[in-house]
């Protein structure tokens, strides 16, 4: 089988808040697999927060371990925690943070401004190509009030391509989008899937599950559910059937 | 992170934000241009007393006669006989630190020239007494070296006697005058001088030379004073030390006895004209300070607005790999760059109000290279010391926290 990226053993999380201990995370165990397409649900409360905030390495476990790429991150400092993240991870968010009045071209540039290996012109070269993986090879220069919320997603989502991810971690990516739109690019989101890339989808919306090929429910701050999707939806089929826009 | 790109940064958050940038950097601006102009008017006005005093003779030395005791009793220096020609001869042949040295002899008289008569004081001198003075003839020339030898009577008049004993406004050089009696021959009239520091009247004289002054009006064989000037303001307190010594040594005077003269600089004068302006200085300093420091405050308060402003996206960044460091350095880059841009501009909006005060105030100014790369390094300085902390803030933001930050 092809490696495990993601290694969590269980993993632990707990805040205290005044002299209450809350346990947000309770002892969780699972594996993602390279090539995975995996959504992590739950309710608002369920820890999948937390769980995405210690995926992402923004935070860390309260005891367990977290090993990505074959790096225990348990242990690590800030600055190692920066490094893992600008390397391993790509993020993409609810609500795309992208750079106000600044290129497409450069914002998907900036993760590779904190990586001192990667030159001007290549730096410059690799977001030219990943804007262009996103469709949006003719939008370099578009500062992100010129561009629409699903092209402004697609800019986030070459931004977390640009510095070849182990990983790409979602956050409630289609969250801001109409049905087309999110289907537009959860149909994007499977393609990239195809290629190789390993995604983690982490949303409380249970039709985005029905693209990706795994699903993990949380509640509580445990696994309720670790289920393989046999039938996986395609997301552009789905996209087709949508009733045909007026203009 | 490669300094470059750190720069590259912050250069495009100043470029985004060009008028609150603006606005930031007037503060520095105004304190930097302030700073400037306000020691280029110190200076300036430093300068001018300096020239207004030299011009006064800064750098003379009197030597009296004095602080003898005659049989317990102390002796007012005037009527004292202690100092001789050869003193000044002495003191005119061993003394190195001194330019020029003239004997003088005073004495009070009326100045008689046909029906006008003025009360006035005449005063024997050599020649060289107008350069120790530092003044110059309006008309005429002065005696010369031959005359003094020779004890003519020759006589050059401040313009208070011209106008007192000349009053239908004739040309005096070439006339006789009388005083006490003695007739001279007016050979100059000396520029005003206008009043002394003391209110003494200094065009109120009758200069002659001072063989003619001693043999033929006050009849004595002694000196007043001698008078001399430094060959410089700085050596003038080593001047005196010498001639007082040169002095000692001609009055055979052992180390147990106290001195018999008095020898005297401008030293005091002087030392409280700079201090006066120095303390000027300072306090014009002061105030430019006062605006440079709140300039910095200016941009700390912008900083912090730009830190909360910008929180999401320090959030982001840090997400996408910016360590700590990275996000410190990135805002500290600002704000440097803006109090440094800040200082370029002050520097030549004070350069220009400097002309500006010069040209249409006439005030004397002078700007000092020291007070253009003070008031830079206090910005560069600035920069950092205001930037540091909101950059520090920035830095220690928790990334899950800001990228929340609404």
């Known amino acids: 089988m092809s490696k495990a990226i993601i290694k969590i053993e269980d993993l632990k999380r707990e805040f205290v808040m005044g002299t209450e201990t809350v346990h947000a995370l309770k002892g969780i165990s699972f594996d993602i697999k390279e090539g995975e397409f995996v959504t992590i649900m739950g309710s608002s409360g369920s820890g999948k927060s937390t769980m995405l905030n210690i995926l992402g390495c923004l935070d860390q476990p309260t005891s367990g371990t977290y090993d990505i790429d074959g790096v225990g991150v348990k242990d690590l400092s800030r600055n190692e925690l920066a490094t893992i993240r600008n390397e391993k991870i790509g993020f993409i968010f609810q609500s795309y943070n992208l750079l106000a009045r600044t290129s497409a071209l450069e914002n998907v540039e900036l993760p590779l401004l904190y990586n001192s290996n990667v030159s001007t012109e290549e730096r410059r070269k690799r977001a030219i190509e990943a804007l262009e993986k996103v469709g949006l090879g003719d939008r370099l220069q578009h500062t992100p009030s010129q561009l629409s919320g699903g092209q402004q997603q697609r800019v986030a989502i070459a931004r977390s391509l640009v510095n070849n991810p182990v990983m790409i971690l979602a956050d409630e990516a289609t969250g801001n989008l109409d049905t087309r739109t999110s289907y537009e690019i959860m149909s994007l989101f499977q393609e990239l899937n195809k290629q190789g890339i390993t995604i983690t989808f982490v949303t409380h919306e249970p039709d985005i599950a029905t693209f990706s090929s795994r699903t993990i429910v949380l509640k509580d701050g445990e696994i309720m559910q670790d289920y393989k999707n046999h039938t996986i939806q395609s997301a552009a089929n789905e996209l087709a059937k949508l009733p045909k826009q007026d203009h | ?406």
């Open chain 2, 1 to 406: 992170m490669r300094l470059l790109n750190l720069l590259k940064i912050a250069f495009k958050a100043i470029v985004l934000n060009k008028m609150r940038t603006l606005l930031t950097m007037l503060g520095i601006i105004i304190g930097v241009a302030s700073v400037i102009a306000m020691l280029a008017i110190g200076e300036g006005s430093k300068e001018s007393i300096r020239t207004n005093i030299s011009a006064m003779g800064s750098n003379m030395i009197t030597i009296k006669a004095g602080a003898d005791v005659r049989g317990g009793v102390r002796q007012e220096a005037s009527v004292m006989e202690s100092l001789t020609l050869s003193d000044y001869e002495a003191i005119k042949a061993q003394s190195t630190l001194l330019s020029y040295s003239s004997p003088v002899v005073e004495g009070r008289g009326q100045v008689i020239n046909g029906s006008n008569n003025w009360p006035s004081s005449i005063y024997g001198v050599n020649p060289e007494y107008l350069s120790i003075k530092v003044v110059d003839l309006q008309s005429g020339s002065m005696f010369t070296d031959a005359e003094v030898q020779t004890a003519s009577k020759v006589a050059v008049i401040g313009q208070t006697v011209v106008d007192n004993v000349f009053s239908d406004g004739q040309d005096p050089v070439g006339q006789m005058i009388r005083f006490n009696n003695i007739p001279f021959k007016v050979i100059g009239v000396l520029e005003e001088k206008g009043e002394n520091t003391f209110g003494q009247d200094q065009d109120d004289v009758v200069i002659a030379p001072y063989t003619t002054v001693q043999k033929r009006i006050l009849a004595i064989n002694h000196l007043n004073q001698i008078i001399s000037s430094a060959i410089s303001e700085e050596e003038a307190p080593n001047a005196v030390i010498e001639v007082s010594k040169i002095l000692r040594e001609q009055h055979k005077l052992t180390d147990n006895d106290t001195d018999d003269f008095s020898v005297r600089s401008m030293e005091e004068l002087i030392s409280t004209f700079s201090s006066t302006s120095e303390m000027l200085t300072i306090l014009l300093v002061a105030v430019a300070s006062i605006s440079l420091l709140i300039g910095g405050i200016g941009i700390m308060n912008i900083m912090y607005v730009s830190v909360k402003e910008r929180t999401k996206e320090i959030g982001l960044r840090m997400a996408v790999g910016g360590k700590g460091s990275d996000i410190l350095m990135q805002f500290l880059i600002e704000a440097i760059l803006i109090s440094i841009t800040g200082g370029v501009l002050g520097v030549l909006l004070g350069l220009g109000a400097t002309v500006f005060i010069e040209k249409f105030l006439n005030w004397p100014t002078s700007v000092a290279m020291y007070s253009i790369v003070i008031s830079f390094a206090v910005c560069a300085v600035t920069g950092i010391f205001f930037g540091w902390y909101p950059a520090r803030k920035a830095s220690a933001l928790d990334p899950i926290t800001a990228l929340r930050y609404e």
